[in-house]
């Protein structure tokens, strides 16, 4: 398929799940999850991946590829990045969908920088993500941080970004999901706020928090340090099953047909089919297993 645009995406769907990935074959898994839900998705690079990488155009290259490739809609995101040169390089391969991330400033200097950098995004046709309010566990805000309404408003009409990422209770590398939202604020923040929220430290956040989290006003999911936690999991679980295993085919496919099992059940209740261990059905709900 064509490679997806983030405006249409969102606009097609209740909310969207973002998941990040360091490996191939996560990036593969995520792909493979969503053509299981039957779901568009957004595929998420950020800067500290592609540090691990050495350079944006490995992983940029294999994620566009796997997005032409895929069954269901799919945008490769660039998240997270802190460096405007990245920026640019990655709206240079044809990333169409970025997240600018100055929210380790002064609120002065985020808003300027911010608004340079979502000027020459927009210029080049792509769409712009930022961050106010800096989500809890990252930089010099305590986890008990939150956004603020009036600030917030202040902040996209100043700089004209197309998505705000804020902070409501999640924090970032959880490895446990019991985050508490505040689900009031985000309601607050989705009347206020003329563009699309952003929720990230998702991973510390269970099935009924996402839920209520979208049911409030959030459209995109972001994902990350969970997937990793089922991939090693699965990978251990195989080394240990076969400990003479050196072939690393034998240890990353069930890692990667787990993560994909989740990416599918995380996508099911972001987008509202399950929730808390129902199907969702028109006006019909039965019963599985979460």
Do not use: C, Y
Not at 22 to 31: D, K, R
Not at 109 to 132: D, F, K, P, S, Y
Not at 194 to 213: E, N
């Amino acid at each position: 398929m064509p490679l997806a645009d983030m405006p249409e995406l969102l606009a097609a769907h209740r909310a969207v799940g973002a998941f990040n990935f360091i490996t191939l074959e996560v990036a593969e898994a995520i792909v493979a999850g969503a053509e299981a839900a039957e779901t568009g998705v957004i595929l998420q690079l950020s800067q500290n991946a592609i540090a691990f990488h050495g350079g944006l155009a490995p992983a940029a290259s294999a994620a566009l590829r796997l997005a032409e490739a895929a069954r269901v809609d799919v945008v490769v995101h660039l998240d997270h990045a802190t460096d405007e040169p990245l920026v640019d390089e990655a709206l240079a391969v044809g990333i169409r969908s970025v997240m600018f991330d100055a929210a380790h400033l002064t609120d002065a200097e985020n808003l300027e920088r911010t608004a340079a950098v979502a000027a020459r995004v927009h210029a080049a046709g792509a769409w712009i993500e930022a961050e106010l309010g800096e989500i809890g566990g990252k930089g010099a805000h305590a986890p008990g941080v939150r956004t603020d309404v009036t600030e917030a408003v202040r902040f996209v009409a100043a700089t004209g970004v197309d998505a705000l990422a804020v902070a409501v209770g999640s924090e970032h590398a959880m490895r446990e999901r019991s985050a508490r939202l505040d689900e009031q604020l985000i309601a607050e923040l989705a009347a206020a706020l003329p563009v699309p929220l952003v929720l990230h430290g998702s991973s510390g956040v269970a099935d009924a928090g996402i839920d209520g989290a979208v049911r409030a006003g959030m459209r995109k999911i972001n994902i990350g340090t969970h997937l990793n936690t089922v991939l090693t999991g699965a990978v251990r679980a195989e080394l240990d099953r076969d400990p003479d295993a050196i072939d690393p085919r034998r240890w990353l496919a069930p890692g990667r047909a787990a993560v994909a099992e989740e990416v599918h059940r995380l996508l099911d209740v972001i987008t509202g089919r399950v929730v808390s261990g129902i199907v969702a059905t028109g006006n019909v709900v039965t019963g599985v297993d979460a």
